[in-house]
């Protein structure tokens, strides 16, 4: 309803309107539009041309000498504790780690030569002292076979870089597991070292 004011000849006056109010829907509002929810996994794919390959290659590098009589076919996967080459029969395995093997670990080393004994008393008749036991080697070298036998399952753990009769019977474990001969000790010879990675031979050759 409105009100509206009528002015004329000095009097002023008052009427209301009637304005008719706005008709309400019948029906009331218009039902909300709604759609069944689906869970699902969402992907995108792309096709694209290439080559896999694995890196950058490298050369490595063995003291074992003697003549080459087996090695791997190319692609083959070389892990830690494989045989990589073998030399006059012989396995070169692989071992992962940073610090190449430059002397020999295991039976016999650090302990001084045995010395011959005299064929007859000596004139003196004191008694030299005998020579003080050499001390146990020590270095990264020795971690880096410890750690390999402990990986390989020939060693419990690897805690300290020194050599142990623990360390000699674990090389010894590992060399007659792999058909090698059992002396103890492992030489600069045997195994070539990587850092901590798998390889994989594209190609294979011997150098003179």
């Given amino acids: 309803m409105a009100l509206a004011v009528v002015g004329g000849g000095g009097l002023a006056g008052f009427r209301y309107v009637d304005r008719p109010e706005k008709a309400v829907a019948a029906n009331g509002p218009d039902p909300a539009q709604t759609v069944e929810i689906t869970r699902t996994d969402l992907s995108q794919a792309k096709e694209v041309t290439g080559q896999l390959g694995y890196g950058g290659s490298s050369t490595i590098k063995s003291h074992a000498t003697g003549t080459i009589t087996w090695l791997p076919k190319a692609n083959t996967v070389?892990?830690?504790?494989?045989?990589?080459?073998?030399?006059?029969?012989?396995?070169?395995?692989?071992?992962?780690?940073?610090?190449?093997?430059?002397?020999?670990?295991?039976?016999?080393?650090?302990?001084?030569?045995?010395?011959?004994?005299?064929?007859?008393?000596?004139?003196?008749?004191?008694?030299?002292?005998?020579a003080p036991p050499s001390e146990?080697?020590?270095?990264?070298?020795?971690?880096?076979?410890?750690?390999?036998?402990?990986?390989?399952?020939?060693?419990?753990?690897?805690?300290?870089?020194?050599?142990?009769?623990?360390?000699?019977?674990?090389?010894?474990?590992?060399?007659?597991?792999?058909?090698?001969?059992?002396?103890?000790?492992?030489?600069?010879?045997?195994?070539p070292l990587r850092p901590m990675t798998a390889i994989h031979p594209t190609a294979a050759r011997s150098r003179s």
């Fill in 78 to 130: 070389v892990d830690r504790g494989d045989a990589l080459f073998r030399v006059d029969n012989k396995p070169v395995t692989l071992f992962f780690g940073s610090t190449p093997l430059f002397r020999t670990i295991g039976t016999g080393a650090g302990s001084p030569p045995p010395t011959t004994p005299p064929t007859s008393p000596p004139t003196s008749p004191s008694t030299p002292p005998s």
């Fill in 136 to 191: 146990p080697l020590e270095g990264p070298d020795i971690r880096v076979v410890k750690e390999n036998l402990t990986a390989l399952g020939f060693l419990p753990t690897t805690t300290t870089d020194k050599l142990t009769p623990a360390t000699t019977k674990a090389i010894k474990k590992w060399q007659k597991a792999t058909d090698q001969q059992p002396t103890g000790a492992a030489s600069a010879r045997t195994p």
